[in-house]
């Protein structure tokens, strides 16, 4: 069998593949919807952006919006996200709230002119995305996913590693999310049920966006809109009726390149990271404690490349322990590739140039998680 | 669901978790409750809220706390806890007035009980058998659970004249830090080491990472709670803790001494048989716990 990821019929259509040309906004006023968690990492990266005037936050509860309002000095809070959006002081719009609501909230953001940032997944299905897209294309406007954690450094040391060819070419890409969620916390409450449980994919479809656009952005270029072999094994191992899916195991092929994503609910530690393996060598980032290891062969010949490999990965090791502390201490995040991606985001929309999230980025990822999805890929 | 009800006693917070866990399951589940409440008229309210709330690091130490004493000046100073307290407070005074409900806020202490006998006022647990007791004579403002539940019952009874009370719950004795924790000790079959850090040290401490953070990271660095003097000074600062308006407006006089307290809180429901005091009932597990 041979999946079609991307979808070329469409892409060829460069009415609807094309970011719409835009006027450079000079300095975007910007509104949020939704004040939950990830509102406040935005928040936080949007107010060091020069130019950026918050102009509103919008949430269901009163107090939150205000609250936020109060706490990132922005100039209104709105518990109708419809009445913000018509006060006309608005460009731009970070639509931040529960995954199931992107597709309303969205189309009416891009229905009343605005330029809309999305919190992944930007929709349900990859047709979900395409019917904003095209909504955003009619309207001339941006309409861009938050991809995060392409934008976090060791993906940004691992990428140029890649890139300059330190470990040949690529033949294989992992990449894995351990979060110990069942044990407690917001998803595990059966009291509370948190909203993601209702998602097609339960709780992994929150996190299954990053997974694969990491994926995606590892294989080779070439590659991305050919892939064969998708095999996905969704599993609830903890049993219960509150997960419907607690680990995936998914395997694909892109042409001879290799594919795998995983997600664990249920081991130690925490992690997310990407793998990459080449003909010369392999590479791997962790971005939870931050670190890039790379294994690849040096200078000294195939007696010493094994040595300086092993020197150089425990100064690795020693520089990243270090690096944690520090970063601990300094209050950083993983939220740090979203500083880095809302900032160049923005300076696309001051001077009118194109997002760097595009299109295709999104068509794939979530072409991808449909294909995983897909009742004839599970195993 | 409120339909019919006289009067909402409303205790529900969340105390663990990030800011965006205690907002839900403090904040906006109170909001939520007022709605309902405001839906079925129900004309009154008990809210449990919090000594979290008050301001400790612009006060003197030993200095009285009561209900008169002003609240937090700068909530993000302080912990989630203390900021999301302070708005579901304010939530509900709002509301009670707007609403010409009758309302009753209480801020008890430290509330004890099963399950619940250490806090952070005394120190920190750093191992099942190692103590560190952060001050040595500040009074705990302690309330048993029990004698709390009654001042409860007591405020939803409460008829007077006045529709909006609000009262520091704390027993009749306030033990020192080291009284309660070598109580507690003298309970244990094992009993845990202590290392006392006196509170003069804690404030040094305290101030000297302040300082470092300040001139070195312009205040941004993320230290652990008891070097930010504001959350130390509420944890930790020797204060008085009188308990006259409660007991002269309710009536209410604490049933159970602190010492009994803790045998009460020990105490198997079933047949009075010592629950392990080393396990559960301080929050630490036995060393050789799986």
Redesign the interface.
């Known amino acids: 069998m041979s999946l079609l990821v991307g979808h070329s019929e469409h892409s060829s259509s460069s009415h609807t593949v094309a970011t719409p040309s835009v006027l450079p906004i000079e300095q975007p006023r910007t509104a949020v919807i939704g004040g939950?968690?990830i509102s406040?990492q935005h928040l936080r990266a949007l107010r060091a952006i020069e130019g950026v005037q918050l102009t509103g936050i919008c949430d269901l509860?009163?107090?939150?919006a205000q609250?936020t309002a109060e706490?990132f000095g922005v100039a209104a809070w709105y518990t109708d996200y419809r009445a913000m959006l018509e006060t006309g002081d608005v460009d731009v719009v970070h639509v931040l709230t529960p995954p199931a609501t992107h597709n309303r909230i969205v189309r009416d953001c891009l229905e009343n002119g605005h330029h809309v940032i999305v919190e992944k997944p930007i929709a349900l299905s990859n047709a979900g995305f395409r019917d904003l897209w095209e909504v955003a294309a009619s309207k001339g406007l941006r309409l861009v996913e938050n991809h995060n954690y392409r934008f976090n450094e060791p993906v940004q040391k691992l990428e140029s590693a890649v890139a300059a060819g330190a470990i040949g070419a690529v033949e294989e890409v992992e990449a894995r999310m351990v979060l110990n969620i069942r044990e407690g916390?917001?998803y595990a409450d059966e009291n509370l049920p948190h909203p993601s449980h209702q998602l097609p994919a339960g709780v992994i479809h929150e996190f299954i966006s990053h997974l694969t656009y990491l994926l995606l952005h590892f294989l080779p270029e070439d590659k991305r809109d050919h892939m064969d072999c998708v095999r996905a094994a969704w599993r609830n191992h903890g049993g219960g009726g509150l997960f419907k899916y607690d680990d995936l195991d998914a395997r694909l092929m892109a042409g001879a390149v290799h594919g795998r994503i995983r997600f664990s609910c249920r081991q130690w530690p925490d992690s997310l990271a990407i793998t990459v393996r080449g003909t010369d060598g392999m590479g791997s980032a962790e971005l939870f404690h931050p670190s890039v290891s790379l294994v690849k062969r040096r200078a000294g010949g195939q007696h010493l490349t094994p040595l300086v490999n092993s020197l150089a990965n425990a100064a690795m090791l020693t520089r990243s322990g270090f690096g944690s502390v520090w970063g601990?201490?300094?209050?950083r995040t993983p939220y740090e590739g979203l500083n880095r991606y809302l900032r160049l985001t923005y300076n696309a929309f001051q001077s009118g140039g194109e997002p760097i999230v595009g299109f295709m980025d999104m068509d794939r990822t979530t072409g991808l998680i449909d294909e995983l999805l897909a009742p004839e890929n599970q195993i | 669901m409120l339909e019919g009800v006289d009067g909402v006693i409303h205790l529900a917070a969340t105390k663990g978790g990030d800011l965006y866990d205690q907002f839900g399951g403090t904040v906006i589940a109170t909001e939520n409750l007022l709605a309902a409440m405001r839906e079925a008229g129900v004309p009154r309210i008990v809210v449990t809220s919090s000594f979290a709330i008050y301001e400790y690091l612009h006060r003197w130490s030993w200095g009285c706390l009561d209900e008169d004493s002003p609240l937090v000046c700068n909530p993000e100073s302080r912990d989630e806890y203390c900021q999301t307290k302070l708005l579901q407070e304010q939530l509900v005074r709002a509301a009670a007035k707007e609403n010409g409900w009758r309302c009753a806020v209480l801020r008890p202490g430290v509330i004890f009980g099963r399950d619940n006998l250490w806090n952070g006022r005394v120190g920190m647990q750093i191992a099942p058998r190692w103590w560190v007791r952060t001050g040595t004579f500040a009074p705990l403002p302690l309330t048993y659970v029990e004698n709390c539940a009654e001042a409860i019952v007591k405020a939803a009874e409460f008829e007077g004249e006045q529709r909006e009370i609000v009262l520091n719950v704390v027993d009749d004795e306030t033990p020192s830090q080291r009284a309660y924790l070598n109580e507690l000790r003298r309970h244990m079959p094992k009993r845990p080491r202590i290392i006392p850090i006196p509170w003069t040290a804690m404030r040094a401490l305290a101030r000297t990472a302040s300082l470092v953070n300040s001139v070195f990271f312009r205040g941004t660095a993320k230290v652990p709670g008891l070097f930010v003097p504001a959350r130390l000074h509420a944890r930790c600062k020797p204060m008085r803790y009188p308990n006259t308006r409660i007991k002269e407006t309710l009536g209410w006089e604490p049933r159970y001494t602190w010492r009994e307290g803790i045998v009460r809180a020990m105490a198997d429901t079933a047949g009075g048989e010592s629950a392990h005091p080393n396990s559960s009932a301080v929050g630490v597990k036995p060393q050789n716990a799986p």
């Open positions: 939950g968690k406040e509860s009163p107090a939150l609250f706490r916390g917001r601990k201490i300094r209050n």
